[in-house]
């Protein structure tokens, strides 16, 4: 898989002592932050919790295509295509900008051209362009906002850590 060693999907440091990018913000020097510590491409990738849910909908099928195979037999296929789809469902951020990938293609956003994010209730964070253009970015949530600012090299601000130095 192409996860950034060392961070989850959620943007938690694993508990490796051993991992250099474990390090917490304090034992860093000023000029190295959280920027430096993300490798890119970061992949951000939907929870693997998700493919929990292939099992049960194959279980739904067997049983559907059991009733009729003739008719419902088709149903077989549709676990096999909920891994895939769960598989594919990424956002890639690299040195050039965002790369979204979803269901049928993929959408490439340039650092240059964001404007900012946009959070809607029940729904994926989405990119805004500067000509007002919303991109969808499939596997961000707002908790993955200190991981995407590391990782955008702080062209995308980390609320928590602003909140964090309002605190102090």
């Keep these: ?36 510590r993300v490798e890119l491409p970061a992949v951000f990738r939907l929870n693997r919790v998700a493919y929990f849910t292939v099992p049960m909908v194959a279980i739904v099928c067997i049983i559907l295509a059991g009733t009729s195979l003739v008719w419902l037999g088709w149903t077989l296929a549709i676990p ?23 269901t049928f293609g993929s959408a490439a956003v340039a650092w240059t051209d964001i404007a900012g994010l946009q959070f809607p209730r029940w729904s994926a964070v989405r990119a805004v362009t500067s000509d007002g253009e919303r991109v969808r970015l499939p596997a961000v949530g707002f908790h993955d906002l200190p991981r995407l600012s590391a990782a955008s090299r702080g062209r995308i601000p980390d609320p928590f850590a602003a909140a964090d130095e309002a605190d102090s």
């Excluded at 002592?17 to 034992?27: N, Y």
């Excluded at 769960?86 to 965002?98: A, M």
């Design 80 to 102: 096999v295509v909920l891994a895939v789809w769960i598989h594919r469902l990424r956002t890639v951020v690299t040195e050039d900008g965002l790369t979204a990938v979803g």
């Design 1 to 36: 898989m192409a996860h950034s060693a060392g961070w989850h999907n959620e943007g938690v440091p694993t508990d490796s002592p051993t991992d250099p990018e474990t390090t917490s913000p304090a034992d860093s020097d000023a000029s190295g932050s959280a920027e430096d």
